[in-house]
């Protein structure tokens, strides 16, 4: 009962060294079942405005996300040492309309997350500038969400904002329709939260290694 819990969210190549076919009991099972109980629970709450979402998720999936997780806006985690690393620790602060200062606190993610009881977490793995933007994918996932009546889909990216060459700080954003923050210039904690789902995630040890990308799209 459990995989198949779990196999409503992913396909059976996710699943496989899982454990859920064999016995079990490491540190990646047992997320894998936290993860698997809380799909359980999350059906029986939400029913079949859960099962709707699937058709976005399988959507991320065939555009290129390696997963693409139905979560609860509560296990979303806001923590405030986030935008200390935007602060001290990237060069892009302060210089996009997308970027701490200018993106929402974390008292301020937490409250519009609060509004909120389901978004979808979209992850795919490779190097800087591999593989085509998660962002965008995530964008484009909204606005399709958004027409089928959802009108409260709203997404967030990974890293600073590239669209323009520079951004039009000054003033207003040039291109709204695809300019959004990234989750961790919004205060979200993405390790906690991707740990949380049994997703991968690790501190790099070198610029060339394969990175884990993450984006969100806040569903209603």
Sequence with gaps: ????????FYNERELTGTGFDSAWGGEQEQRNFR????????K?????????LTIYREMALKRGADHAVVV?????????????????????YNTSLCCPPRSPTPEEMRAVLD????ALLLHRRGT??????????AVDIEKAIFLDGYYKAWAMGHGPCDICKECNVSGTCLNPEAA?????????????????QGMPIKVLTSRTEEREFYA?????
Excluded: H, N
């Excluded at 029986?44 to 709707?52: D, E, N, S, V």
């Excluded at 800087?128 to 994918?137: A, C, E, W």
């Design 35 to 42: 993860a698997a109980m809380w799909v359980k629970d999350m």
């Design 180 to 196: 959004r923050p990234s989750m961790e210039a919004c205060g979200i904690d993405v390790f906690k939260t991707a740990q949380e």
């Design 1 to 8: 009962m459990l995989a198949g819990s779990l196999r409503f």
């Design 72 to 92: 609860d806006t509560s296990k979303v985690y806001t923590a405030p040492w986030v935008r200390l690393k935007c602060r001290f620790g990237c060069r892009r």
């Design 115 to 118: 509004s909120y009881t389901m």
């Design 128 to 137: 800087q500038g591999s593989v085509p933007s998660l962002k965008d994918m």
């Design 44 to 52: 029986t709450k939400m029913g079949p405005g859960l099962r709707k």
């Design 216 to 220: 969100l799209i806040l569903v209603e």
